[in-house]
């Protein structure tokens, strides 16, 4: 098969296809005993990278592991010692028991195009793969691309584009994100106005690009790692440098007085620094934080901490930072990669050195701090992992490291945890009705897909590793469950099934009417607010319907109805509109103080005597107003305007000389 010459965004290059044939597997296991559990531990080094012509090496710190709808691992190298160019990378995919293929080489020519692919790979709803690299580019400060699980590159933003000087981001680490709103967030930690300060983008399916945050020296900066999106729906990552800047003793390898910062983002852009690291607790965070399914963020710093050699660390969202363990280089030192929390509740990280041996460790710890070694790197068989482990469907964890083999380039490695099988969705929440991708194995012969315990009415068998479904109407937010005639496989995430409101009924009424909302996925639906009021009595009465009292204190508004999955808001408003009950004194002259009692005065915006207007007029609570009978008052009826209506009272107001 030859290679083929393909052109996008004005960009031509040679592509190189999939291998037929794979290359051979080097394979060395390992039995690793552990003080803390009766379940082995087992590592093997899958793979020796550069012992073939071609073969990738040198895996960096950034770099991500994705697992692709064939059910194999896909990531990328940003060397080829003996390849096309030495220095220029690829992608490779490799089967959970160690045969390798390459799918890409990257190559500086013919001039622009991408090469030096640091980040790894991430999978998108659409099946591609994709990824940054750090140079080449129309402006050679590196690209943003995806890739088909064929071999196909598409190269989709070079950086660089904006007039010098601005804060397009250059030099990206870190491969994209797609998030839940089905767009693609990243970071790099320069920006193109000669600073190290970074940026966070968003790009579209369809490609628009948009630089969403720009760092400065002012705060945090220079992130590496990629974003996650957490359960609120905000982006959480980490900035190498930046923060305590006062702290003139936080010096770290990366020759900068600032120990770095754990920062949250809303998807329109506005950043808070949660947490700034003051090297006794930690220094220099390259790894991106995970999500636990506490809620609490954890990740690791590569200095600081009471030894200096690096700190795993727990934060909410809120600030509040736990050391978990403080790296004493006996147990390992310099986690440069994140964690990863495996489906047997723990975490799982790698320190890029010490240990008993000097080469680095696999460690796990739990959310309290219980920390194990569960291997020691010893550099013929892997050394310096400086990759975030992954763990695939079938339970076992996944990595690779910088050096350590017979041949200098790394190895490609696993850790078989004893963990369970399980599903993975590849996105987590939406609609009624929406399609819905899970990753696993052994799905042919499939008989059931469920959305906690609510049987899907339609699915598709892909492959034995890859199955797409539909949201079923009653589906409830929790984990999926695949039947298959192997046993049930259950989703490691919760899918949230997200509400809409398609109408309600009536648009109007006074406090007390029972409205009926009618949309989809309602059946959890756990609050329900009238112009942001609580109402204090609704019922859940299908997944299409819930019917609601208007609650006393309601403001006129939209109604939003929140359930497990998130929250939908109507996208009419429903008027609250007032009654008056009495009013007292019935008579008076002009300045005289008349309580007027009713529902649904909270937005009282006028009060007339005999039409006219009163001056002054307070309203005291949802079911009173005070107004003063106003000079050329008349006898006759009182009116009370309000956002939601008019009302007129039933008695008259008499004026007295």
Known sequence: MYPRSVSSSGVSQTVQPFRIVTLAVAVLVLAVAT??????????????????????????????????????LYTTTPATPTGPCSFCGSVFKITPSGALTIGYYFNVTPPGSPYTPFGGLTLGTDGSLYGTTTSGGTFNEGTLFKMTASGTLTPLYNFGTCKYPCKDGIYPKAPPVQFADGNYYGT????????????????????KFTTLHAFDFSAGYNPHAPLIQGADGNFYGTTTLGGKTALSTCVVRFASPTCGTVFKMTPAGKVTFIYEFDKTDGAGPIGPVTQGSDGNFYGTTSEGGTSGFGVVFKVTSAGVLTILHNFNGTDGQTPDAGLVQANDGNFYGVASAGGTLGYGTIFRITSRGTFSVLYNFENT?????????????????????????THGGGVFYSLNIGATEFARLQSTSGRIGTSVSILGQGFTGTTAV??????????????NTYLTTNVPSGAKTGTVTVV?????????????????????????????????INGTGLTQTTKVTFGGVKATTFTANSDSKVTATVPSGAKTGIITATTAGGSATSSSTFNVTPTISNFSPSSGKVGTIVTITGTGLTQTTGVTFGGVAATTFTVKSDTQVAATVPTRAITGKIVITSTGGTVTSSGTFTVTP
């Open 35 to 72: 003080a803390t559990t009766a379940r082995a531990q087992t590592y093997s080094a899958l793979y020796e990278f550069g012992g073939k012509t071609g073969d990738p090496a040198s895996p960096q710190y950034t770099g991500m592991i994705a697992q692709g709808r064939d059910g194999e």
């Open 484 to 516: 298959r005639p192997s046993g049930s496989l259950t989703s490691v995430q919760q899918f949230k099934v997200t509400p809409t409101i398609s109408s309600i009924a009536p648009t109007s009424g006074p406090i007390g009417t029972v409205v009926t």
């Open 188 to 207: 790099t930690p320069n920006a193109n106005d000669g600073t190290d300060t970074g940026v966070v983008y968003k790009m579209t399916p369809a490609g």
């Open 381 to 405: 068989h892997g050394a310096t992992p400086e990759v975030t482990l992954f763990q695939h469907t079938n339970g076992i964890l996944y990595g690779d490291t910088t050096s350590g083999d």
């Open 450 to 463: 469920s959305f906690n315990g609510v049987n899907a009415t339609t699915f598709s068998i892909k492959s």
